[in-house]
């Protein structure tokens, strides 16, 4: 509260409804046992299985209604024929790479991106549903993932055709538990993409390079490396942003830091 970093929780549904479910069954159980202390004692140290026995009974419901949110978002984006999707995934760097991207095509196209950090199914599949139109031209698509299978179900619903691969580290390895798993998480952004040639990678991500070599698929590099497709070099900072040679073109762009 002092440093004001406290943060309200965000009440969805599925909250709202655990919430109400407990509360209820909290209520009628001291109803029952209100003049037996030793009762109401026993139902606090059992609070901890009461709370699974009912999270587990809403899990069935819910469970069938994220599966008809997937196929239902999946069915729309089957419907829209002329739409270019971009899928971007990595370690790091996403968020940078969606929002710059969007920004830098939305001079010439109707642009729909990701939101802030939605950037897994149930959150991509209501975007679809509730924001996705005919008249957007191109949708770029965040994908987070924290275990294996999760990008595969994004690339599922939004059907990408390009693919941006930011880099691969050793983020979140303690969920994915291994670098392979990590490593192959991210690359099912690339099992999704029908051309390699759609494909566009960060020549600067060691363990990114690594991996399309050990899978024999050439996609487009970017990077300061010298032998990239687009080779960065010269980069400079001064109070308006950065400036650095592309592919023999000087560009300036009003953000600070090699990253960008």
Known sequence: LFTHTLQIPTFTMKVWLMFISLFSLELYLVYLYSFWPEQLLIIEILQPIIVLVVFSILYIPNLFLHLQTMKQARELRAKMKRLKVIGVTGSYGKTSVKEILAHILSAKFSVLKTPNHVNVDTGIANLVLNQLTDEHEIFIVEMGAYRVGEIKRICDIVQPQYGVLTAIS????ELFGSQAALTKTKFELVDAIPNPEQLIANSDSPLLVKEFEARDIQPTFY???????YSISS???DKSGTTFILSDTKISIPLFGSAH
């Open 170 to 173: 050793n983020q979140h390895l």
């Open 223 to 229: 990077g300061t490396s010298q032998t990239a497709n």
């Open 235 to 237: 980069i400079e900072f």
